[in-house]
């Protein structure tokens, strides 16, 4: 984010992108963002778009982390404690990594 602010900086101050990386490179060494990222952020700053935040990405909400899932598998577990990961999976059909999680996120169980 930092370096961000310190693109728009350099936009206001109407530098290319292969000065504002040299300035940035100076600045964070092995950690500056690189050439190509330094040229899409003065992209969008030139497009107009005041922000230095990433725009919020689209996608699929969670569907399987649900409060009645997070019950259910709870349910499960009390009743038997020897059910594996991809018994549970199967009965609630849904992916083995969301199992995972609401057991170790949600339930806080560990082996």
Partial sequence: M????NI????K????????????????GVDVLSKKCV?????RFRDGKEH?????LSGRPPTSTTPDNIERERRMLAD???LSLRMIAEEMKISLDSVSN???EHLQ???
């Avoid at 040229?39 to 992209?43: C, G, Q, T």
């Fill in 8 to 11: 728009k900086f350099c936009f």
């Fill in 109 to 111: 169980k560990r082996k």
């Fill in 52 to 56: 230095v935040k990433n725009e919020p």
């Fill in 2 to 5: 930092e370096q961000r602010v």
């Fill in 102 to 104: 609401i057991i170790h």
């Fill in 39 to 43: 040229f899409e952020w003065l992209k």
């Fill in 13 to 28: 101050l109407g530098k290319t992108v292969v000065e504002t990386h040299e300035m940035l490179v100076k600045v964070y």
């Fill in 80 to 82: 038997d404690r020897r």
